[in-house]
């Protein structure tokens, strides 16, 4: 969900700069930071964004490079003006004061000249979302290749998880040989040499071996792998769909663990356990 883009571009008689960053979160979130002339497309901005970037935090900076052209006009009040030339007058006059009255003095005087408000720039929309389609084209070309980076990674991972797989699939009839012949000499030892029966000692072997059966684990986790890498494979949004598919892995990892009984699968458990932690914590990463 990281990614980065900006452009620069004509606007409204000027020129505008514009930034956008992406960060991994759950959801989709928003943050600008933009010229007051364009808070009244805030709406508009957001929804274009969610239609093309689903999940991540997007922070977007606009500002002026250059600024547009404003008209602005001066406002004179003559009365004002006069009042206060012919209060410099009389005031000259009745002081016997040399000198003429200046015009600066009069400008300067409280509301003689005032400035009207500038015109806002005549914005064509289009123009601006022009330039935010190319920003997100930015951003989203660069969060494409990390995402080719990260499937890439998460691919080698689930690769390293089937080849661990594998080992257990070949190690577990193991244990059910070692279970016959632990049961068998237990009962062999409780018997002191009295005739073993062998019908109930099939029966016991038979329940050990239920109950130590990772069948259906194996063919679960196998069909997990195979969904999630389709789901790699996919152009659509898949983050939660990864996450949710690296939730039913690790539950299947976890029930093979808890019926090991055997060193060697145990610890090819814990080396399961550990790629899919990474794989957990890559998954947060992708959209």
Known sequence: MTGFGSVEGPLGGGRVFIEMKTVNHRHFSSQF????????????????????????????AVRWTELPERSASVAVDLERATTVRDALVRLKAALGLPGEIDLGFIARQPEVLSFAQEEAPEIDDADLFG???????????????????????????????????????GWAPERLVAERDRLRRAVADLLDGRLLDETRLAQEIAITAEKLDITE?????RSHFTAFREALASEAAVGRRLSFLGQEMLREINTIGSKANH??????????????????????NIE
Do not use: F, N, W, Y
């Not at 969060?143 to 661990?164: K, P």
């Not at 684990?217 to 986790?221: G, S």
């Open 33 to 60: 930071r933009i010229p007051a002339e364009l808070q009244r497309l805030e709406g508009e901005i957001r929804t274009q964004l969610r239609e093309r970037i689903e999940r991540g935090h997007v922070s977007l």
């Open 131 to 169: 330039l935010l389609d190319r920003v997100t084209d930015e951003v989203v070309a660069s969060r494409d290749r990390e995402g080719a980076a990260l499937a890439a990674d998460l691919e080698a991972r689930v690769a390293a998880m089937e080849a661990r797989l594998a080992q257990i699939e």
């Open 217 to 221: 684990e194996l063919v679960r986790l």
């Open 263 to 284: 060193a060697a699968i145990a610890e090819a458990v814990i080396d399961l356990k550990t790629e899919m932690e990474k794989i957990r914590e890559q998954v947060e």
